[in-house]
């Protein structure tokens, strides 16, 4: 690579680490301006205010989508709007450390599921990274002594679950092959919408949108729009510019890195203090799931390298990584 080439590298990296920071940041954002009677009414006013943009941005390829794909893409909106569900409820009742550093474990549940589903085998580090990545999640869940995990420990858990069964969907879906990343993500956003909607509107479902944005204060509405603005919007874009740019795996790496800064929002911001097993903890997460996507990304750019010939019509992992902007 020329020195021309790697300075442009570099500063292609940076929005995308600042990325990687505002994901991390989102959790404490979520927590802020978020109970649970408005959890419902937060993620339909948060992604009331970032859908139109996206359409209007995508209109011309949002046109093109032929039925088969728009139902697909419904489909796995359906699955997004559970992994909002898990993630905002989830980070209601546990800490915004809690929640960034549990979510992370995404990165070695999803290796493990696709090497189930090839039916392949991976390596003996990886399975050692996996399970340092778990005993973290045991001890940061103790908090300051030891306990039963909490139940948005759990939720957050969950939430880490459906993540990676929505990434396996979506790279294995033949109905969604084909389609560009923002089409694909805004019809999933819509769907989800949809979804939080109707359960808005269900007796018992908490504050309807219009009477907790009645309720909103300045900084509830700041809150809101950081979500909206940074966390999806400015996400996606600037992947789907770096990524132009770059390179998924380049771009995905940096993404990685949203779990520290989660840990270090919650502690220096949010005034969390995790305990000595609960900092314990968080190293090894952090170390997990580090070690264990370096692991993995060796493992993908292998079968990619060897695939590429016969496997042309895979979904483009930049669709994978676009869809992590509407997830966190």
């Given amino acids: 690579m020329s020195v021309t080439a790697a300075r442009g590298a ?12 505002v994901w991390g940041s989102s959790y404490l954002a979520a927590k802020g301006v978020t109970t649970e009677r408005t959890v419902l009414a937060v993620l339909v006013l948060r992604f009331a205010v970032a859908l139109p943009v996206l359409v209007a941005a995508g209109w011309r390829r949002l046109r093109v989508l032929s039925a088969v794909q728009i139902r697909g893409a419904g489909l796995l909106g359906l699955m997004l709007a559970v992994i909002f569900l898990l ?3 989830g980070v209601v009742h546990t800490s915004a450390t809690n929640a960034g550093l549990i979510i992370s474990l995404t990165m ?6 696709e090497s189930r589903v090839r039916g392949t085998r991976l390596p003996g580090s990886f399975m050692a990274a996996a399970g340092l990545s778990v005993l973290g999640v045991a001890l940061l869940t103790q908090g300051t002594g030891f306990s039963a995990p909490s139940g948005g420990d759990l ?4 939430a880490a679950v459906a993540r990676t069964a929505h990434v396996l969907a979506m790279s294995r879906m ?3 092959r084909g389609a560009d990343a923002l089409s694909l993500t805004t019809v999933q956003l819509g769907g989800a919408v949809v979804v939080f909607a109707v359960l808005a509107a269900v007796p018992g479902g908490g504050a ?3 009477a907790a944005a009645a309720g909103f204060g300045a900084g509830d509405w700041v809150g809101l729009l950081y979500l909206s603005a940074f966390c999806t919007l400015f996400a996606f874009f600037v992947q789907m510019w770096a990524v132009r740019r770059t390179s998924p795996s380049r771009v995905s790496l940096l993404l990685g890195t949203e779990p520290v800064w989660a840990a270090a929002v919650g502690i220096a911001l949010g005034g969390e203090r995790p305990g000595w097993p609960g900092l314990s903890g968080a190293v090894l997460v952090l170390a997990g799931t580090a070690w264990g996507r370096s692991l993995a990304d060796r493992e993908r750019v292998a079968a990619t390298q060897k695939t590429a010939v016969v496997d042309g019509a895979a979904v483009p992992e930049e669709a994978a990584i676009s869809a992590g902007a509407a997830a966190s």
């Fill in 10 to 21: 570099r500063l292609t990296d940076l929005p995308v680490l600042l990325v990687a920071v």
């Fill in 208 to 210: 309807s949108p219009w």
């Fill in 87 to 89: 993630e905002t409820y």
């Fill in 155 to 158: 939720l957050m858990l969950g």
């Fill in 174 to 176: 033949e109905s969604v």
């Fill in 108 to 113: 070695v549940f999803t290796p493990l599921a």
